[in-house]
């Protein structure tokens, strides 16, 4: 603890979750004097394209942007344009001096076409989904917009209900959203949903992770929303609707003056489809949400920023039923809510060091109920945590060098209330207590600290890192991870190698952790097994090349391998669908990615991938509750099974073309082998002979997936700041049947998505 209390007063308190940083624009005429000039900012390989114009002084600052390299361009009528290459790779913002007319002079590298299409001084592949692509998908189910596009990402896929898994992962998603880290489950059954249209960008990580990331690792997911707004009233509305009587409405407005920006907006949905339901009829499948936001930032001085957001967001909705239990007259409910605030100050040190501090309090809570005819168990839960979180860092370019120090801290209050009472005693084991009632409340006290570095030189770049991480919640532990990435860039050839090593401490999943815990569930069973849930520890390894090609196209290709010790996995507590995390004893991932994409060949744009992926786990088991026959063979089993997300193969693909000025057009695939199948207990005469073809039960897998897909567009408006939009959206034209999953009654099978058709306006100002 005294080694974490030194680093912590070393990095001056408080770990920032970014890798972002800032461009300042100083545009001048040849006489020196100030000018109103339209600036064009873009990158192909961060898909991020801005337009905006300096203030009456000449001056222009693009927040947020992704590390890489953009091309500027600044134009008035009158002078001569400007175009330059700049490279943001340092939270310190870029000074860019520009005098149209005169040759610019300093921060920037003269690059090729074929350079734009991948950064060379990355030292692991990152994908990044820009505002295009997030403005033109909205999803065939609600709150999966984003979350659809980051499936699309290679090493990524679904389970049941939007829960994402990254190269076989299971609870290890982390997203950022605005620099404050989220760990727990933000599946649409889990957690509200992020609202597509507050997003302006988004970047996904899989390996090659600084060492200010932590706690989940499996992947992660950089949330950004818009920075950069104009002076005076701007604001942007959508309505929508389709298939199993969606509806959805967004609305938000922004006012600029001077230094100050005041946001506001508020988002709302329905739809007969929220879940994936475990039979084709679809039964008991409503659901809800809704949610806003208030945010304020001022820039204080040059040198100063502030930003202070809160928002509040809200989902319900009803459980799927099995077809028995529809019979019977089941209905259960849940409600996830989700209250935060957020505080958020910068400040500009000197041209090469920048100090920011964040502090956000969240308060989360989850709901489930049943009503009386449930059957086999009527399940009440009421769950929750209020979570206050505080980071800073200081960021120093010195040199070839980029270094970052910094820490962090998570302190939670965590309760949990449990009741049940069984309906059909056969479905379980003789001796099951007809009845039960738990109730917990525990403390969550999460502390990090990290120093890192990132070099380049002569086409080599080096990232290396170490970080120190504290936890204390069920159990206690500590960890040093130490992270290191390597890379050189050929220029001539276009063509990036690079290798990089993660150290992994991965904390475990906080749903129903206490329940899992207590010595309170020993009554459930005469046999009862219950084990510490124990911080997953990994080491993870990525090798690979990115090269471009024909100045249009980029080929990114990676090998790797993932070595868990404690691998976290979940089970669900008798037939009750609350879920908590368990351990095994080891586990390997293994496997190969490969991505081709166009970010635009004249009118077209698009990618295509492939992912090949071998996921294996071992016992005993080492961590978690297991009742009855699970018990009694959990600490004994030394066999080897593949892991829940074990899918072979997956191929995705996208193409879009721009008919022409107005409109567009998208045709998407998707393709998967198939999840392993739970068979044990499961009762072929109680499912759809439809979704039974869909199982090769000699396999004990689910039989392979596919979905083709089909999106357009077309402005109806667009007249300065103005634009009216229509879009429309089809998936799984072929109504395929895809089983997502399939196990044992009450227990996880999942159908995917029929034929579903949507629609969009959207109008901005």
Request: charged share 20%; with cysteine; net charge negative.
């Amino acid at each position: 603890m005294r080694v974490l209390l030194c680093l912590t007063a070393a990095a001056v308190c408080a770990l920032a979750q970014r890798q972002r940083g800032e461009l300042r624009l100083d545009v001048r005429d040849p006489a020196g004097a100030a000018l109103v000039a339209t600036v064009d900012l873009v990158s192909d390989i961060n898909q991020l394209h801005r337009t905006a114009s300096t203030d009456a002084a000449g001056q222009y600052s693009a927040h947020d942007l992704p590390f890489g390299l953009y091309r500027v361009s600044v134009s008035h009528e009158g002078f001569q344009t400007f175009s330059q290459v700049v490279r943001v790779g340092s939270e310190v913002p870029v000074q860019l001096t520009v005098t149209l007319g005169v040759a610019p002079i300093r921060d920037t590298v003269d690059v090729t076409e074929s350079v734009m299409l991948l950064d060379p001084d990355r030292t692991s592949i990152v994908n990044s989904i820009g505002s295009q692509s997030i403005a033109e998908h909205f999803g065939s189910q609600p709150g999966r917009g984003l979350l659809d596009l980051i499936n699309q990402q290679p090493g990524w896929l679904y389970e049941a209900n939007g829960v994402l898994h990254p190269r076989g992962s299971e609870y290890d998603v982390q997203f950022i959203v605005d620099g404050v880290p989220l760990n727990e489950n933000r599946s649409p059954a889990f957690a509200p949903n992020f609202e597509s249209d507050d997003v302006e960008s988004m970047r996904v990580f899989t390996a090659g992770y600084p060492a200010e990331y932590g706690r989940k690792l499996g992947g992660i997911v950089e949330l950004s929303s818009p920075k950069d707004t104009p002076d005076g009233f701007h604001g942007d509305a959508a309505l929508g609707g389709g298939s199993f009587a969606s509806v959805n409405g967004y609305a938000a407005l922004v006012y600029g003056h001077g230094p100050n920006r005041l946001s506001g907006s508020a988002y709302a949905s329905r739809s007969d489809r929220y879940l994936d339901p475990p039979v084709l009829e679809n039964f008991t499948n409503n659901g809800s949400s809704e949610g806003g936001t208030l945010g304020y930032s001022r820039d204080l001085s040059n040198n100063d920023r502030l930003r202070v957001k809160v928002s509040h967001s809200a989902v319900r909705f009803e459980v799927p039923n099995e077809l028995v239990q529809q019979n019977a007259g089941q209905r259960e409910d849940r409600t996830n809510l989700e209250t935060s605030g957020l505080i958020y100050y910068q400040r500009v040190i000197s041209s090469a060091l920048l100090f920011d501090a964040e502090a956000s309090v969240r308060d989360d809570s989850a709901s489930l109920w049943s009503n009386a005819n449930s059957i086999p168990i009527l399940a009440s839960q009421q769950r929750g945590f209020r979570e206050a979180y505080t980071r800073a860092t200081l960021a120093w370019h010195h040199g070839h060098h980029d270094l970052k120090f910094g820490a962090d801290g998570i302190f939670s209050s965590v309760n949990e209330a449990l009741a049940y009472t069984i309906t059909d005693p056969s479905q379980f084991d003789a001796g099951t207590p007809p009845r039960f009632n738990f109730a917990a409340k525990g403390t969550d006290r999460e502390q990090s600290a990290f120093i890192q570095d990132s070099f380049h030189a002569h086409n080599w770049n080096v990232s290396a890192g170490i970080r120190f991480d504290h936890y204390h919640l069920a159990t206690e532990a500590s960890a040093w991870s130490p992270r290191l990435g390597v890379s050189r860039y050929f220029p001539r050839l276009g063509l990036l190698l690079h290798a990089s090593y993660d150290r992994a401490f991965q904390t475990p999943a906080i749903e129903n952790l206490l329940l899992a815990s207590s010595p309170l569930v020993d009554v459930l069973n005469d046999t009862v097994v219950r084990l510490p849930v124990q911080p997953s520890r990994g080491n993870f390894y990525e090798v690979g090349f990115s090269r471009a090609f024909l100045g249009k196209l980029r080929l990114d290709a990676t090998v790797f391998r993932r070595d868990f010790r404690d691998y976290g996995d979940d089970d669900v507590l008798l037939n009750t669908g609350v879920s908590f995390p368990i351990n095994f004893s080891n586990a390997r991932i293994r496997g190969e990615e490969i991505k081709i994409e166009v970010p635009h060949w004249g009118r077209f744009s698009g990618f295509i991938s492939y992912s090949n992926q071998l996921g294996i786990a071992q016992g005993p088991v080492t961590g978690g509750l297991f009742l009855g026959d699970a018990a009694r063979s959990a600490l004994g089993d030394n066999s080897r099974f593949f892991v829940t997300q074990d899918q072979r193969n997956t191929v995705r693909a996208r193409i879009r073309a721009q008919l022409n000025r107005r409109a567009w057009a998208a045709v998407s695939a998707d393709y998967g082998s198939g999840l392993p199948a739970e068979l044990s207990n499961a009762n072929p005469a109680a499912y759809d002979a439809r979704v039974l073809s869909r199982v090769n039960f000699d396999r004990q897998r689910v039989r392979p997936s596919y979905s083709l897909d089909l999106a357009a567009g077309i402005d109806l408006l667009r007249r300065d700041h103005r634009a009216l939009i229509l879009e429309a959206e089809a998936a799984n034209l072929t109504d395929r049947i895809n089983v997502i999953n399939f196990a044992s009654l009450f227990s996880g099978t999942a159908i995917g998505t029929p034929r579903a058709a949507s629609i969009q306006l959207k109008f901005s100002f």
